[in-house]
């Protein structure tokens, strides 16, 4: 009898927000784009360098999703960490955030190595946007292609993946905003 054997894969977790819909609007508040020359999206990552003023607040609104996130990591990541959470201080996190309309985009990029990624769909239309694409990190075996996949998600979904996983925002082709916040929580 043939058993097939997956050697290679890589997951990303899915996490539903608690209490998305007191949290969203919350979350809106503290957002403020500024004009910049970059034309993909709006965004306040070089405006703030990964740390804006609002990430206190972030966490405080956040605090259970994140402890929920840290939790299931330090799970996953226990025989290298003997149990011990390698995240636990909030010092080194990262947050910035992006919002996305008519023909704005995130072309294909990674976080580096050492993190987990993270991204938060606080406006998201599951009939107007795409959620995020990601890229193999190897050609199929038989083929050579890179394979793409997008999971499904839904506003209030926040997905965790690898840092070094290549991954894009594709185009926007609607006027109805798509924001998301994006973090890095570092494993070192």
């Given at each position: 009898?043939?058993?097939?054997?997956?050697?290679?894969?890589?997951?990303?977790?899915?996490?539903?927000?608690?209490?998305?819909?007191?949290?969203?609007?919350?979350?809106?508040?503290?957002?403020?784009?500024?004009?910049?020359?970059?034309?993909?999206?709006?965004?306040?990552?070089?405006?703030?360098?990964?740390?804006?003023?609002?990430?206190?607040?972030?966490?405080?609104?956040?605090?259970?999703?994140?402890?929920?996130?840290?939790?299931?990591?330090?799970?996953?990541?226990?025989?290298?960490?003997?149990?011990?959470?390698?995240?636990?201080?909030?010092?080194?996190?990262?947050?910035?955030?992006?919002?996305?309309?008519?023909?704005?985009?995130?072309?294909?990029?990674?976080?580096?190595?050492?993190?987990?990624?993270?991204?938060?769909?606080?406006?998201?239309?599951?009939?107007?946007?795409?959620?995020t694409t990601?890229?193999?990190?190897?050609?199929?075996?038989?083929?050579?292609?890179?394979?793409?996949?997008?999971?499904?998600?839904?506003?209030?979904?926040?997905?965790?993946?690898?840092?070094?996983?290549?991954h894009e925002?594709?185009?926007?082709?609607?006027?109805?905003?798509?924001?998301?916040?994006?973090?890095?929580?570092?494993?070192?």
């Amino acid at each position: 009898m043939n058993q097939p054997l997956m050697l290679f894969a890589i997951s990303i977790l899915k996490f539903d927000v608690i209490d998305w819909a007191n949290k969203k609007p919350k979350l809106l508040e503290l957002l403020k784009f500024e004009h910049d020359d970059n034309n993909e999206c709006e965004t306040d990552y070089f405006q703030h360098n990964t740390r804006p003023p609002y990430f206190d607040e972030w966490v405080n609104i956040m605090k259970e999703d994140l402890d929920n996130i840290a939790e299931e990591f330090t799970a996953g990541l226990s025989d290298r960490y003997n149990g011990d959470c390698p995240f636990a201080s909030l010092d080194k996190w990262q947050l910035w955030s992006q919002r996305y309309s008519n023909g704005q985009h995130h072309g294909a990029h990674n976080h580096g190595m050492m993190n987990i990624s993270c991204v938060l769909y606080v406006e998201f239309d599951e009939n107007e946007h795409e959620a995020t694409t990601f890229y193999s990190p190897f050609p199929n075996p038989y083929y050579g292609t890179i394979g793409k996949a997008t999971p499904p998600v839904k506003e209030g979904n926040i997905i965790a993946f690898p840092s070094l996983l290549l991954h894009e925002c594709p185009v926007t082709l609607s006027t109805t905003p798509r924001t998301i916040m994006s973090f890095n929580i570092p494993l070192l």
